[in-house]
């Protein structure tokens, strides 16, 4: 992974953190992408990583986007 996918990844962990992101409460990628300076396609394809790895999780559909779990720790 390069230094700069490494580091919008942390960014986005930290952003949805930072924003106490839930479920009820999901962020989508273009506010992400606006808090970063990147473009919504990069902010979905760095997500899709993380959400891999078991790093956050994805609601589907209207109103839907990116969270980290309630618990406040990374699903593994």
Do not use: C, W
Not at 18 to 41: G, H, Q, V
Not at 43 to 48: G, P, S, T, V
Not at 54 to 69: A, E, K, M, S
């Amino acid at each position: 992974m390069s230094e700069s996918a490494s580091y919008i990844q942390k960014e986005i962990i930290r952003i949805l953190k930072e924003n106490r992101t839930s479920y009820a409460n999901p962020m989508n990628s273009l506010a992400i992408s606006r808090r970063l300076n990147a473009t919504p396609s990069y902010i979905r394809e760095q997500a899709k990583r993380l959400s891999d790895q078991g790093l956050l999780n994805v609601r589907r559909g209207p109103g839907g986007g990116y969270f980290i779990d309630s618990n406040g720790e990374d699903n593994s």
